[in-house]
């Protein structure tokens, strides 16, 4: 009973009402501790570094097969059960938001969702469909008693038009007019259409904020056979197959701060940081030593980062991505100049390509969430 007791609470698939949602502890400090470091480092260089217990000269990037064992992609699919179960207590709600911040996987687990009750997903608007303000979309869903919408972010865009869609959908899904609907959305959309269009009323779900303790279990759990892995700050062991060292817990309480407890934002950070010692031979595969780069050092946005970049990013948070040829619909500047902002962005890695879409890139996500919050823009509630 006591076993059972301590993995469910250290599952990572707990589905609260947003209202109930908490990031983990020490998330202020992880912070304030980032704006120190920017602060030392620019005032003394690369003093800091040099304090490394473990120098990245000395290691290296795992080979394709062996990161994939030790770090897989993350199956939502407990989520999706998760949220099944949750769901149970709205089923006389027309409309129920199903939340999570970009890398969250709230369109895969309502689309698995779904296609596990065989209700079908509305079809995704055209770009030309929503700079038209076409409904048509929207129609799709008069004749149909169930339906879903895994990512509502794809369904609008920030301009006069693009909204009519969107505000019609919510207006008529809310009167009951268009029976009952599960929706997965970025939290980011979620903030602007709260505010642009109004969700008073609508439940809202979203997946617990994690701790370190949750994420060491979680890396521990999809690995198979636990690597140890130890921290190139302090040299310490964060990830053992023993799950009572608690101390190791520590230096991944500072990752789940800084991913403010979301685990597909930490699961790129350990992804992308994992290393090996750079002396093993390339038939090393089976060695379980492995070391975790300092995760807050890197995928910082200067202090003096333009308003045309500030504004870009924010447009980009809120539309969960958009392609190149949307940013003319949606920002009060030119082609070029927009154009040309998110050139540089792209190339300073601050922002990835997804399906077409430019993003803001998961180990950017922290600081540009920070950045917006400080400059006084809507933030996600997450």
Not at 76 to 100: G, H, N
């Amino acid at each position: 009973m006591a076993q059972g007791s301590t993995n469910a609470a250290l599952s990572p698939w707990n589905v609260v009402a947003l209202d109930t949602f908490q990031t983990p502890e020490r998330t202020q400090a992880s912070q304030w501790r980032r704006s120190w470091r920017a602060a030392t480092t620019w005032m003394i260089g690369k003093e800091a570094s040099e304090r490394q217990a473990k120098q990245e000269s000395e290691l290296r990037a795992l080979p394709k097969v062996k990161l994939a064992h030790v770090a897989p992609p993350i199956d939502w699919m407990p989520a999706t059960e998760r949220l099944k179960q949750a769901l149970k207590d709205y089923e006389d709600a027309p409309v129920v938001l199903f939340i999570s911040p970009p890398y969250g996987g709230h369109s895969t687990v309502v689309s698995q969702w779904a296609a596990q009750q065989d209700i079908p997903c509305l079809t995704v608007p055209t770009l030309k469909e929503l700079v038209d303000g076409s409904l048509a979309w929207v129609e799709d869903a008069t004749q149909l008693k169930r339906w879903a919408i895994p990512a509502l972010e794809y369904h609008f865009l920030r301009h006069t038009n693009g909204l009519q869609g969107v505000r019609g959908l919510l207006e008529r899904a809310l009167s009951g007019r268009l029976g009952q609907s599960v929706m997965g959305c970025d939290s980011w959309t979620y903030a602007y259409l709260q505010h642009a269009v109004g969700l008073e009323g609508v439940p809202v779900l979203t997946l617990q904020g994690l701790e370190g303790e949750q994420l060491a279990h979680y890396f521990s759990q999809a690995a198979g056979e636990c690597p140890t892995v130890y921290s190139t700050r302090t040299g310490k062991s964060i990830l053992t197959s023993d799950s009572d060292q608690k101390e190791a817990y520590k230096e991944l309480q500072r990752l789940a701060a800084h991913c403010r407890g979301h685990l597909g934002i930490a699961w790129h950070y350990w992804r992308e940081r994992l290393r090996e010692p750079a002396e093993d031979s390339d038939d090393s595969d089976t060695s379980q030593e492995l070391w975790l780069l300092d995760a807050l050092a890197e995928a910082e946005l200067p202090t003096d980062t333009g308003d045309l970049a500030t504004l870009l990013l924010h447009t980009l948070l809120i539309h969960g991505g958009l392609e190149d040829q949307a940013l003319k619909h949606v920002l009060p500047f030119s082609d070029h100049e927009a154009l040309n902002a998110r050139f540089a962005l792209a190339r300073r890695g601050i922002l990835s390509s997804q399906q077409g879409r430019w993003q803001v890139a998961p180990l950017s996500y922290a600081s540009v969430r920070q950045l917006l919050e400080s400059r006084n823009y809507l933030v996600d509630p997450l």
